[in-house]
């Protein structure tokens, strides 16, 4: 059984936690105790005396084990900027995000881990998100939103993941533009020129139905 699965997104805003919580879900279904893991969030606000941060909190919500809020996010930070700017002085340190993934693999048949934005994103000043997915050497999904230009941008991040010598396990496309012209050939476009499998389509939802969403994805661990 994998360990779990790094997911990313061709760009920020593209349905990467939608997909991380139906993955969350899926698995319930199926009897597997899968955790969620959010390392580094930014455009986070107080709750309880902490940073918190939405995604995040879906993450543990939807999680099919419950773990402490500072497991499921080390990092949180207030600024909703781009992580290298939001962290002000502080220092991403990888041991750190490690140790509490340690903490998540141990209480979970498997983790899913959300990075911050695309590929090649920043999670601090010093680190992106590749740098993150190497240290953690899982499997990587990678969120597609549909829309103009998507093809460069997921040909471009499967091809890199590729090159930091990780595997792509596959890749779901998200429909964040309602009624996109041309949708279905830009899916069949993409099909047939990614290497990684088509795992399912997240379609645009007025809100979120993560049971329905549950049941668009395919993943085999």
């Not at 999904?141 to 890199?160: D, E, F, K, P, S």
């Not at 792509?168 to 990684?196: H, R």
């Amino acid at each position: 059984m994998a360990t779990g699965f790094f997911i990313t997104g061709t760009d920020t805003d593209v349905g990467k936690t939608w997909a991380t919580v139906a993955l969350l879900r899926g698995f319930s279904r199926q009897g597997i105790k899968a955790a969620g893991f959010k390392p580094v969030a930014a455009g986070c606000f107080w709750q309880a005396g902490r940073l918190v941060n939405q995604d995040a909190l879906l993450i543990q919500e939807h999680a099919g084990v419950y773990l402490d809020y500072a497991y499921v996010n080390p990092y949180a930070f207030e600024a909703p900027l781009s992580p290298h700017i939001a962290c002000g002085d502080v220092i991403v340190n990888l041991d750190t995000i490690q140790a509490a993934f340690n903490t998540l693999k141990q209480a979970a048949d498997c983790v899913l881990v959300e990075g911050a934005g695309g590929w090649l994103s920043p999670l601090s000043r010093e680190l992106v998100n590749a740098d993150l997915a190497r240290l953690l050497a899982l499997p990587v999904i990678v969120a597609v939103g549909m829309r103009l230009g998507c093809i460069n941008h997921a040909r471009l991040t499967v091809q890199a993941i590729r090159l930091a010598g990780l595997t792509c396990a596959g890749w779901v496309a998200v429909e964040i533009v309602p009624d996109l012209v041309g949708f279905e050939e830009t899916l069949e476009y993409l099909q047939k020129s990614l290497e990684a499998p088509l795992l399912g389509v997240l379609p645009h939802l007025p809100a979120a139905d993560f049971d329905l969403l549950a049941g668009c994805i395919t993943v085999q661990l």
